[in-house]
């Protein structure tokens, strides 16, 4: 009775019970009780050694400059800036990143063959209002000392970010949490994203379907399938992560929060005729 009624609760929900349970049950017992990750409730960055952490900032950039570009000439630009790697390292390290060149697409999530896979439902398909069309993704962020994963869910027509989260492992829990926040301000006909796991997963998908909202996926090695959210980790990456620097998780998580205000409330669009996303998704 009790998991009953826990599944029918949001993980925002049960976050916030947490802090109300008694002293005497442990985090772990507690996280077991209300069927959480442990990992969803601290901001501790993953951890890694300088080094390792210097080749990945790097690659992270000429990745996002060059999406195109595969391990075998990514290998090439960081053997020509002095590097002394190897292409099996570079390809190991992009599968910790899971970024792959835009054919075949870049994915921050592991395709599991037991998930069911949806079609792609946009082709040729005409987006003429806001919540017709939502699309979600995962990336890659650095850190000064380790680095940490964001998705977020934006509107195709107005490019409105309607939420966004954090964590440090590539969970489910953290997608299903930002997907319910957005459901709080809508519900669009098309749901779009990659066929990782985190997309896939029944948990995931049974939001949206009791929602009765269409589940698109992106064709099998087409990033331009979800390109707007491709385009909105460029803009956050260029306009604020790579030139802020941040050292924590805290401090990451606050600079994010003022960029994407300043992303939906104040950056104008050439492709929204240099309105904002705001004006366009409330107009």
């Excluded at 589940?215 to 260029?238: H, P, T």
């Amino acid at each position: 009775m009790v998991k009953k009624k826990v599944r029918g609760l949001k993980l925002s929900q049960r976050k916030k019970l947490i802090d109300q349970m008694p002293d005497s049950l442990s985090i772990r017992h507690q996280c077991e009780l209300l069927e959480l990750n442990r990992s969803s409730l601290y901001y501790e960055p993953v951890l890694i050694s300088k080094e390792t952490l210097n080749i990945m900032t790097r690659i992270d950039e000429i990745y996002t400059a060059y999406p195109f570009y595969g391990s075998r000439k990514i290998t090439i630009a960081l053997k020509e800036e002095g590097l002394s790697i190897c292409r099996e390292r570079v390809q190991k390290l992009m599968r910790q990143m899971a970024i792959e060149a835009i054919y075949p697409k870049p994915r921050l999530s592991i395709k599991d063959k037991q998930h069911t896979i949806y079609p792609y439902l946009l082709a040729n398909y005409s987006i003429e209002r806001p919540n017709q069309v939502w699309s979600s993704d995962i990336t890659y962020v650095r850190l000064q000392q380790g680095f940490m994963y964001l998705v977020a869910i934006i509107d195709w027509y107005s490019r409105y970010v309607l939420s966004w989260k954090l964590n440090n492992a590539l969970e489910a829990s953290f997608c299903i949490e930002a997907l319910e926040e957005a459901l709080e301000k809508g519900t669009p006909c098309i749901f779009n994203s990659d066929q990782g796991s985190q997309f896939t997963c029944k948990d995931y998908t049974s939001v949206l379907l009791h929602n009765k909202i269409k589940i698109s996926m992106d064709g099998k090695g087409r990033a331009l399938d979800n390109i707007f959210v491709e385009r909105l980790w460029r803009s956050v990456k260029y306009e604020d992560i790579y030139i802020k620097s941040y050292d924590t998780v805290l401090e990451l998580k606050n600079g994010l929060n003022k960029y994407f205000a300043f992303y939906n409330n104040k950056r104008y669009h050439q492709s929204l005729k240099y309105k904002t996303p705001k004006e366009v998704h409330y107009c």
